[in-house]
């Protein structure tokens, strides 16, 4: 580190990559760590989380119950012990509750005013942050499975959803129709993904086993099918031409990048897409286990060097690395089965929730201290040193003053 | 390979290994596969669909194939189709399977020729107008292959807490069933991720996995 840092200082070393290095020495180093918690609000499962993009600060959860609640991240207090805490809920008292399970939860990209949440009542609702109050409600004819809003868009305000209805629906925000509609799957969406790199990229799984990229910007169907097999006709039975898993396809994740795209399907199996070209680059993970009916919502680090995937597997999270497809680590610690995981980019921290109700924060390991500061702070108050995070600890002021 | 009894087929079966056996020698998948695929495009390895799992390819060495198959064919009727088929072999090693229009234009054979291939073993019925790539009298081979790919996960499954060291595993004595080694079937679970291998500091461990 100290290397990477001088490095830096000379100019020998472009400043971005002192950060990746660290990123990726904190992403290898995640572990539970006893001081840091997220309070407990929810008596069923958790399906899914999210972390704003603005400030990092906020966390959006949704549970099997209906309720979704709202906690800050942000440490203040000087303690190293530190809770997450509700900020508010939509508890089952609130009038403008989900009757069932809430599935997706999302954030209004641009600031916290506003979050969309869709559920198993056949709604999705868009809240006002402040007065907890839905502002608008779509409605559908089937369960939703999954929402997602752009997150770079800037001309239009686009919600795409998938429901058990084959056909994916396009909400607009700003007028409130829900004419557009996208045409071409044979069962029901599973989950539906905005591209970060262009704002009318669209890539969608289906329980038919296909994945298909759409253009919106395009009254004609799909842009093209990823296929597992890369058109390679020999490998696959005659049936199976143009899937990309050999089972339902619960689970989509654009890269930071949006280069790539991952998908995971009932097949166990994970596969790594180019977005732009469709093409399998055929990373080998090994067996990924799925057994989720609905959704898998699973995600990928940004700002490492080489980047991690998380994916929940049974009752843990595992960890591979993105391009060459190798088990980094297994994260244990839910009780039960783990449905969502989420990337905090700043802190290199993982949150993830599951059906023992518990959200579990993943924080990489503080640095052991360096041998001679141990010696030293054994004269000065050991307690104070080693306790304090390092990074409050006051580097500037100078003990002479 | 050296584990591939050779024997016990009268010598009439090149040797056979599977791709996820090699997925348990090394660890990086993603290597393996690509390593696989340069020697198929330089024409020394082939790669076969072996039918009882969607996953599981055999892989066989060009030389080895040809001469067994050649050998096989000796003093029958089919043997000049063969030879002429293995003439091809080349351009073979990258596909797995034929479709008809295929064969007939490319490889310029006729009809009676597809038939005479698929009764030597070469092409086996895949769908009406496909073949797969098959090596002759494999059939043999897969038999005893599930058979004794059962009969070790039934040990391992058996096994105080379904779990099993693997130095453990290869020294116990193999049923009737097993008709190859204990250390290719010990590769062939642990790459098909069957049971799950676990470090431990008596060394590794294999779990059987309850999908």
């Given at each position: 580190?100290?290397?990477?840092?001088?490095?830096?200082?000379?100019?020998?070393?472009?400043?971005?990559?002192?950060?990746?290095?660290?990123?990726?020495?904190?992403?290898?180093?995640?572990?539970?760590?006893?001081d840091?918690?997220?309070?407990?609000?929810?008596?069923?499962?958790?399906?899914?989380?999210?972390?704003?993009?603005?400030?990092?600060?906020?966390?959006?959860?949704?549970?099997?119950?209906?309720?979704?609640?709202?906690?800050?991240?942000?440490?203040?207090?000087?303690?190293?012990?530190?809770?997450?805490?509700?900020?508010?809920?939509?508890g089952?008292?609130?009038?403008?509750v989900?009757?069932?399970?809430?599935?997706?939860?999302?954030w209004?990209?641009?600031?916290?005013?506003?979050?969309?949440?869709?559920?198993?009542?056949?709604?999705?609702?868009?809240?006002?942050?402040?007065?907890?109050?839905?502002?608008?409600?779509?409605?559908?004819?089937?369960?939703?499975?999954?929402?997602?809003?752009?997150?770079?868009?800037?001309?239009?305000?686009l919600?795409?959803v998938?429901?058990?209805?084959?056909?994916?629906?396009?909400?607009?925000?700003?007028?409130?129709?829900?004419?557009?509609?996208?045409?071409?799957?044979?069962?029901?969406?599973?989950?539906?993904?905005?591209?970060?790199?262009?704002?009318?990229?669209?890539?969608?799984?289906?329980?038919?086993?296909?994945?298909?990229?759409?253009?919106?910007?395009r009254?004609?169907?799909?842009?093209?099918?990823?296929?597992?097999?890369?058109?390679?006709?020999?490998?696959?039975?005659?049936?199976?031409?143009?899937?990309?898993?050999?089972?339902?396809?619960?689970?989509?994740c654009?890269?930071?990048?949006?280069?790539?795209?991952?998908?995971?399907?009932?097949?166990?199996?994970?596969?790594?897409?180019?977005?732009?070209t469709?093409?399998?680059?055929l990373?080998?993970?090994?067996?990924?286990?799925?057994?989720?009916?609905?959704?898998?919502?699973?995600?990928?680090?940004?700002?490492?060097?080489?980047?991690?995937?998380?994916?929940?597997?049974?009752?843990?999270?595992?960890?591979?690395?993105?391009?060459?497809?190798?088990?980094?680590?297994?994260?244990?610690?839910?009780?039960?089965?783990?449905d969502?995981c989420?990337f905090?980019?700043?802190?290199?921290?993982?949150?993830?929730?599951?059906?023992?109700?518990?959200?579990?924060?993943?924080?990489?390991?503080?640095?052991?201290?360096d041998?001679?500061?141990e010696?030293?702070?054994?004269?000065?108050?050991?307690?104070?040193q080693?306790?304090?995070?390092?990074?409050?600890?006051?580097?500037?002021?100078?003990?002479?003053? | 390979?050296?584990?591939?009894?050779?024997?016990?087929?009268?010598?009439?079966?090149?040797?056979?290994?599977?791709?996820?056996?090699?997925?348990?020698?090394?660890?990086?998948?993603?290597?393996?596969d690509?390593?696989?695929?340069?020697?198929?495009?330089?024409?020394?390895?082939l790669?076969?669909?072996?039918?009882?799992?969607?996953?599981?390819?055999?892989?066989?060495?060009?030389?080895?194939?040809?001469?067994?198959?050649?050998?096989?064919?000796?003093?029958?009727?089919?043997?000049?189709?063969?030879?002429?088929?293995?003439?091809?072999?080349?351009?073979?090693?990258?596909?797995?399977?034929f479709?008809?229009?295929?064969?007939?234009?490319?490889?310029?054979?006729?009809?009676?020729?597809?038939?005479?291939?698929?009764?030597?073993?070469?092409?086996?019925?895949?769908?009406?107008?496909?073949?797969?790539?098959?090596?002759?009298?494999?059939g043999?081979?897969?038999?005893?292959?599930?058979?004794?790919?059962?009969?070790?996960?039934?040990?391992?499954?058996?096994?105080?807490?379904?779990?099993?060291?693997?130095?453990?595993?290869?020294?116990?004595?193999?049923t009737?069933?097993?008709?190859?080694?204990?250390?290719?079937?010990?590769?062939?679970?642990?790459?098909?991720?069957?049971?799950?291998?676990?470090?431990?500091?008596s060394?590794?461990?294999?779990?059987?996995?309850?999908?």
């Amino acid at each position: 580190m100290l290397g990477f840092l001088t490095a830096r200082q000379a100019g020998v070393d472009d400043p971005l990559r002192l950060r990746r290095a660290e990123s990726t020495r904190r992403v290898l180093s995640l572990k539970l760590n006893p001081d840091r918690d997220v309070d407990r609000i929810h008596g069923n499962g958790i399906n899914t989380i999210d972390i704003e993009a603005v400030e990092g600060r906020y966390m959006l959860s949704g549970g099997a119950d209906g309720v979704i609640v709202i906690y800050d991240l942000e440490n203040y207090s000087r303690k190293l012990q530190y809770t997450c805490k509700a900020v508010c809920t939509v508890g089952r008292s609130s009038r403008y509750v989900h009757k069932f399970s809430v599935e997706t939860v999302q954030w209004y990209p641009y600031d916290t005013g506003m979050f969309v949440s869709s559920s198993f009542d056949k709604t999705m609702k868009v809240w006002d942050t402040e007065t907890l109050k839905p502002a608008e409600v779509f409605e559908f004819e089937g369960n939703v499975y999954s929402h997602h809003l752009s997150p770079i868009a800037r001309k239009h305000s686009l919600i795409a959803v998938g429901t058990t209805d084959p056909k994916i629906q396009l909400c607009d925000l700003k007028s409130g129709s829900r004419i557009h509609v996208l045409q071409g799957h044979r069962a029901e969406i599973l989950s539906v993904r905005w591209s970060p790199r262009y704002d009318h990229i669209l890539a969608t799984a289906s329980a038919d086993s296909k994945v298909k990229v759409w253009d919106v910007r395009r009254a004609s169907g799909s842009l093209f099918t990823l296929d597992q097999h890369n058109g390679d006709k020999s490998k696959a039975s005659s049936e199976a031409v143009n899937t990309a898993h050999n089972g339902r396809v619960n689970g989509l994740c654009f890269t930071g990048d949006g280069l790539y795209l991952l998908t995971t399907g009932t097949d166990d199996r994970m596969r790594l897409w180019n977005s732009a070209t469709g093409e399998n680059t055929l990373v080998n993970y090994g067996k990924v286990c799925n057994e989720s009916r609905k959704r898998l919502q699973f995600t990928v680090s940004r700002g490492c060097s080489p980047e991690f995937v998380f994916v929940p597997c049974g009752s843990s999270v595992a960890v591979y690395a993105l391009h060459t497809g190798e088990l980094v680590t297994m994260l244990r610690g839910h009780y039960n089965n783990v449905d969502c995981c989420e990337f905090h980019p700043d802190y290199q921290e993982l949150y993830t929730g599951g059906k023992d109700c518990n959200i579990l924060a993943w924080v990489p390991a503080p640095r052991a201290p360096d041998v001679e500061e141990e010696s030293k702070s054994a004269n000065q108050a050991a307690a104070d040193q080693s306790s304090v995070n390092p990074a409050f600890q006051d580097a500037w002021s100078s003990d002479e003053d | 390979m050296t584990l591939f009894p050779r024997k016990l087929f009268n010598d009439s079966l090149p040797q056979i290994v599977m791709k996820h056996q090699l997925y348990s020698i090394h660890n990086d998948k993603t290597l393996v596969d690509k390593e696989l695929n340069k020697l198929r495009e330089q024409g020394e390895l082939l790669m076969f669909q072996l039918g009882f799992d969607a996953d599981a390819f055999g892989l066989v060495f060009a030389s080895d194939y040809k001469a067994k198959v050649l050998a096989g064919e000796d003093g029958r009727a089919t043997r000049a189709t063969v030879e002429k088929f293995l003439e091809k072999l080349p351009s073979l090693c990258t596909e797995l399977s034929f479709s008809k229009d295929k064969m007939l234009k490319e490889f310029r054979f006729t009809d009676s020729e597809i038939t005479q291939l698929v009764k030597s073993g070469v092409l086996t019925v895949r769908d009406a107008g496909s073949w797969w790539l098959s090596i002759p009298n494999s059939g043999k081979f897969t038999k005893y292959f599930i058979q004794g790919r059962k009969a070790v996960l039934n040990m391992v499954k058996k096994s105080k807490y379904s779990e099993v060291l693997k130095t453990e595993l290869e020294e116990r004595r193999t049923t009737s069933h097993v008709k190859f080694q204990m250390k290719y079937h010990i590769h062939d679970i642990v790459g098909a991720e069957l049971v799950e291998s676990i470090p431990t500091t008596s060394g590794t461990l294999l779990r059987f996995v309850d999908s």
